[in-house]
């Protein structure tokens, strides 16, 4: 491993981004995609021609065969299909290579195999995908060679969103224009565009590839399904931070190579709370590119870990007992002039702008708080929220203490005077410097907190894509914005009006404010003291999608129609059965070819060995018949478990599709999964180590 690189020459290498348009495409060409991707102008298809043309040479210079659009249905992962860009042989015997502005623009891929909850039904099955030219396009490399990606949106015939990024883009242009709105109030009259900015942090797992084959319940869902604690967990909280041994420190360089290639600026990483958990997180983008981006890192970690030996597990919660991994959504408004839309400044009190700014953000996470909660819904993400684990589910914002002192001011008295400030931290060593304290500290615990400048949402699922709470995001507060600018408008003394505004929404919503530890039982009880939602599941959560407080907002702003709502609320109560159903099915499958084998097995050994003991010398036998009895009566009770969730797996299957179905698989599939784990994860304790099928907890994580 002795090849060193230079991080500067190769980033970005393998995009289409505006060096290579601007050195490729003719000048007129270049300014008219320009134009359309800064202000959203159609591109005709002469144009289209030319740039693709221009794509596919340069595509082909980097050793790329095929094109792909490159779409996030709604699946979870993102989708592509290939096709080379080759052209019928000619005369010759020989072909061309080609790829029309038209195949540029606009795909067809077969629609009907994707989830589209009802939106079209499948005698209709016509879908488009669609050229996004905001996000640039690349070449990667994988097993079958290389191959031009172009990122693209998916669209039925009628043009309902059957994708992620769709509404991600109609919610951006809600932002930017509430935005832009709220600063013209301001007297600012030269920004034109204001974007969200997200950097997502994501957390992983790594396992070593030859144990990952021998776990089944892995390989099937991602998770284990059966598993005793090892000896040791995460008590000791070395692993934080900790040091990065050699072979993850190849595997992250080696991550970083590939996704600075692709132009992902990955930044930071480090071990998390867990063994075996890392995570990584690249510096913040516009928010469309940052979903991408963030489906690259996914791809990148799984492909990149196989070649290490190793296998990435993206799930929530790969392992009971263990810390969960999620994703932190930081989020921010930037205009195109440089401004942080929710950058306080030093005296926070003194800027009227980032108050209301902030007061709309409490008002929205106040009002929306369900569909934020949702946003972050997936069936991994039970585990973690509301479950054994933080964040809680129960959605809150964390200010810190200065900005909690001012609106206290404000709340109390109608006017902030002054702000505190952080002061110096002290280290008592000489040869240290003393530094400038950030004004307010961290608080780990809180779902929706207050970092500096930026929010950072932080429910959402190790595995999810980050585009559905960016969605709601920018849509709850473009409503913010926008009711506060009808009233602010209108208003004959914008000082007063916007005073009292502020004032208002900071009284109004300040239930949503909470500084103190999230993950405690107090706060469980306050919340419901102070009338906050706190929904455990996701099958709680998908109703929030359709109630019709949420229909007006996303119609209002063009982001979702009722249809798809609907359909999306459908799909989801379908991904969530079927996931379960999954995991039913894979416990069944262990635990009668794998585990209870191996018990009867162990048991025939135990019984042998009584007998011989006995015949040998008539010794006492009664730890070998009390091991005996106990591994006889848990598997008697694993037997019975087993029948259980076989009779209820079936019933499940049986029935209709929709929230019904749903809700039984979580009451009662779930349920019975528990009564034939814990059992189970007995007998793992019991059972000789070389006779149990699997590698254990402790081989998995502590030996990667
Ligand atoms: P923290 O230590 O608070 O978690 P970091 O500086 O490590 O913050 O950043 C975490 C993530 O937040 C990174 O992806 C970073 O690029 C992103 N980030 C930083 N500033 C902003 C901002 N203004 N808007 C959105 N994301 C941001
Ligand atoms: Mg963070």
Same mark, same amino acid.
């Given at each position: 491993?002795?090849?060193?690189?230079?991080?500067?020459?190769?980033?970005?290498?393998?995009?289409?981004?505006?060096?290579?348009?601007?050195?490729?495409?003719? !000048?007129?060409?270049?300014? !008219?995609?320009?134009?359309?991707?800064?202000?959203?102008?159609?591109?005709?298809?002469?144009?289209?021609?030319?740039?693709?043309?221009?794509?596919?040479?340069?595509?082909?210079?980097?050793?790329?065969?095929?094109?792909?659009?490159?779409?996030?249905?709604?699946?979870?992962?993102?989708?592509?299909?290939?096709?080379?860009?080759?052209?019928?042989?000619?005369?010759?015997?020989?072909?061309?290579?080609?790829?029309?502005?038209?195949?540029?623009?606009?795909?067809?891929?077969?629609?009907?195999?994707?989830?589209?909850?009802?939106?079209?039904?499948?005698?209709?099955?016509?879908?488009?995908?669609?050229?996004?030219?905001?996000?640039?396009?690349?070449?990667?490399?994988?097993?079958?060679?290389?191959?031009?990606?172009?990122?693209?949106?998916?669209?039925?015939?009628?043009?309902?969103?059957?994708?992620?990024?769709?509404?991600?883009?109609?919610?951006?242009?809600?932002?930017?224009?509430?935005?832009?709105?709220?600063?013209?109030?301001?007297?600012?009259?030269?920004?034109?565009?204001?974007?969200?900015?997200?950097?997502?942090?994501?957390?992983?797992?790594?396992?070593?590839?030859?144990?990952?084959?021998?776990?089944?319940?892995?390989?099937?869902?991602?998770?284990?399904?059966?598993?005793?604690?090892?000896?040791?967990?995460?008590?000791?909280?070395?692993?934080?931070?900790?040091?990065?041994?050699?072979?993850?420190?190849?595997?992250?360089?080696?991550?970083?190579?590939?996704?600075? !290639?692709?132009?992902?600026?990955?930044?930071?990483?480090?071990?998390?709370?867990?063994?075996?958990?890392?995570?990584?997180?690249?510096?913040?983008?516009?928010?469309?590119?940052?979903?991408?981006?963030?489906?690259?890192?996914?791809?990148?970690?799984?492909?990149?870990?196989?070649?290490?030996?190793?296998?990435?597990?993206?799930?929530?919660?790969?392992?009971?007992?263990?810390?969960?991994?999620?994703?932190?959504?930081?989020?921010?408004?930037?205009?195109?002039?440089?401004?942080?839309?929710?950058?306080?400044?030093?005296?926070?009190?003194?800027?009227?702008?980032?108050?209301?700014?902030?007061?709309?953000?409490?008002?929205?996470?106040?009002?929306?708080?369900?569909?934020?909660?949702?946003?972050?819904?997936?069936?991994?993400?039970?585990?973690?929220?509301?479950?054994?684990?933080?964040?809680?589910?129960?959605?809150?914002?964390?200010?810190?203490?200065?900005?909690?002192?001012?609106?206290?001011?404000?709340?109390?008295?109608?006017?902030?005077?002054?702000?505190?400030?952080?002061?110096?931290?002290?280290?008592?060593?000489?040869?240290?410097?003393?530094?400038?304290?950030?004004?307010?500290?961290?608080?780990?615990?809180?779902?929706?907190?207050?970092?500096?400048?930026?929010?950072?949402?932080?429910?959402?699922?190790?595995?999810?894509?980050?585009?559905?709470?960016?969605?709601?995001?920018?849509?709850?507060?473009?409503?913010?914005?926008?009711?506060?600018?009808?009233?602010?408008?209108?208003?004959?003394?914008?000082?007063?009006?916007?005073?009292?505004?502020?004032?208002?929404?900071?009284?109004?919503?300040?239930?949503?404010?909470?500084?103190?530890?999230? *993950?405690?039982?107090?706060?469980?009880?306050?919340?419901?003291?102070?009338?906050?939602?706190?929904?455990?599941?996701?099958?709680?959560?998908?109703?929030?999608?359709?109630?019709?407080?949420?229909?007006?907002?996303?119609?209002?702003?063009?982001?979702?129609?009722?249809?798809?709502?609907?359909?999306?609320?459908?799909?989801?109560?379908?991904?969530?059965?079927?996931?379960?159903?999954?995991?039913?099915?894979?416990?069944?499958?262990?635990?009668?070819?794998?585990?209870?084998?191996?018990?009867?097995?162990?048991?025939?050994?135990?019984?042998?060995?009584?007998?011989?003991?006995?015949?040998?010398?008539?010794?006492?036998?009664?730890?070998?018949?009390?091991?005996?009895?106990?591994?006889?009566?848990?598997?008697?009770?694993?037997? *019975?478990?087993?029948?259980?969730?076989?009779?209820?797996?079936?019933?499940?299957?049986?029935?209709?599709?929709?929230?019904?179905?749903?809700? *039984?698989?979580?009451?009662?599939?779930?349920?019975?999964?528990?009564?034939?784990?814990?059992?189970?994860?007995?007998?793992?304790?019991?059972?000789? !180590?070389?006779?149990?099928?699997?590698?254990?907890?402790?081989?998995?994580?502590?030996?990667?």
């Amino acid at each position: 491993m002795s090849e060193y690189f230079n991080a500067a020459d190769i980033f970005g290498e393998n995009v289409f981004n505006d060096t290579v348009m601007q050195e490729r495409l003719p !000048k007129k060409v270049y300014q !008219k995609l320009k134009d359309t991707i800064k202000e959203g102008k159609e591109l005709d298809l002469a144009t289209a021609d030319v740039i693709a043309h221009e794509m596919k040479e340069w595509a082909i210079e980097k050793g790329a065969t095929h094109y792909t659009h490159w779409f996030q249905p709604l699946t979870g992962v993102t989708a592509e299909k290939h096709d080379s860009f080759i052209g019928a042989p000619m005369e010759n015997g020989k072909v061309l290579m080609g790829f029309s502005g038209k195949e540029l623009i606009k795909g067809e891929p077969d629609a009907s195999s994707f989830p589209s909850g009802g939106l079209r039904a499948t005698f209709e099955a016509r879908g488009y995908t669609a050229w996004d030219c905001t996000s640039p396009a690349f070449v990667r490399q994988d097993a079958a060679g290389m191959i031009l990606c172009v990122p693209t949106a998916f669209c039925s015939y009628t043009g309902e969103a059957l994708d992620q990024k769709t509404p991600l883009l109609r919610s951006m242009e809600a932002i930017n224009k509430q935005s832009i709105r709220l600063l013209r109030l301001f007297g600012n009259t030269t920004s034109r565009k204001a974007r969200p900015s997200v950097g997502a942090e994501q957390e992983y797992f790594l396992v070593d590839r030859e144990k990952y084959l021998r776990r089944k319940d892995l390989i099937f869902t991602g998770r284990t399904l059966f598993g005793a604690m090892p000896p040791k967990g995460q008590e000791m909280e070395d692993h934080y931070f900790g040091s990065i041994r050699e072979r993850i420190a190849s595997y992250m360089r080696d991550v970083n190579k590939e996704l600075w !290639k692709l132009g992902v600026p990955a930044k930071t990483q480090h071990n998390e709370v867990a063994p075996a958990q890392h995570e990584i997180a690249p510096i913040f983008e516009e928010a469309n590119i940052a979903v991408d981006h963030n489906q690259l890192v996914m791809e990148t970690l799984k492909k990149v870990a196989g070649r290490h030996g190793m296998t990435c597990l993206l799930h929530e919660k790969p392992f009971a007992g263990v810390n969960g991994s999620g994703k932190h959504n930081n989020w921010s408004i930037t205009t195109d002039d440089g401004i942080n839309m929710l950058d306080p400044g030093k005296t926070p009190h003194e800027n009227v702008q980032f108050l209301l700014v902030l007061c709309c953000i409490l008002k929205a996470v106040d009002t929306h708080a369900d569909l934020l909660r949702e946003s972050a819904a997936d069936v991994g993400n039970d585990h973690r929220l509301g479950a054994n684990e933080a964040p809680p589910a129960i959605l809150s914002v964390f200010l810190g203490e200065q900005l909690q002192d001012v609106l206290s001011q404000l709340i109390s008295t109608g006017e902030a005077t002054h702000s505190l400030s952080g002061g110096r931290l002290e280290t008592g060593v000489k040869t240290l410097p003393d530094f400038a304290k950030d004004a307010t500290d961290r608080n780990r615990t809180s779902p929706f907190a207050f970092t500096g400048n930026k929010f950072e949402f932080r429910m959402v699922g190790s595995i999810d894509s980050i585009s559905e709470s960016n969605v709601v995001l920018n849509t709850i507060v473009a409503e913010a914005f926008a009711e506060a600018c009808d009233e602010l408008e209108q208003a004959e003394n914008f000082g007063m009006a916007v005073h009292d505004l502020i004032k208002r929404y900071a009284t109004e919503h300040q239930r949503i404010i909470f500084n103190g530890n999230g *993950y405690s039982d107090e706060w469980v009880a306050e919340a419901e003291r102070r009338g906050l939602p706190n929904i455990r599941s996701m099958v709680d959560a998908i109703p929030a999608l359709t109630t019709e407080k949420a229909v007006a907002l996303f119609e209002k702003f063009g982001v979702f129609t009722r249809a798809e709502l609907e359909s999306r609320a459908e799909i989801q109560y379908e991904a969530y059965s079927k996931s379960i159903n999954i995991e039913a099915r894979a416990m069944i499958d262990i635990a009668s070819k794998q585990i209870i084998p191996a018990v009867v097995k162990a048991t025939i050994e135990i019984a042998d060995s009584i007998i011989k003991v006995k015949e040998a010398c008539n010794a006492n036998v009664s730890v070998q018949t009390g091991l005996l009895t106990e591994i006889s009566d848990l598997l008697s009770e694993a037997k *019975y478990a087993l029948s259980t969730l076989q009779d209820v797996t079936e019933k499940a299957a049986k029935m209709e599709d929709g929230r019904e179905k749903a809700v *039984y698989y979580k009451d009662t599939v779930r349920a019975a999964m528990d009564a034939l784990r814990a059992p189970v994860d007995k007998l793992e304790m019991l059972v000789d !180590k070389d006779r149990w099928p699997m590698p254990s907890y402790g081989d998995l994580i502590f030996e990667v």
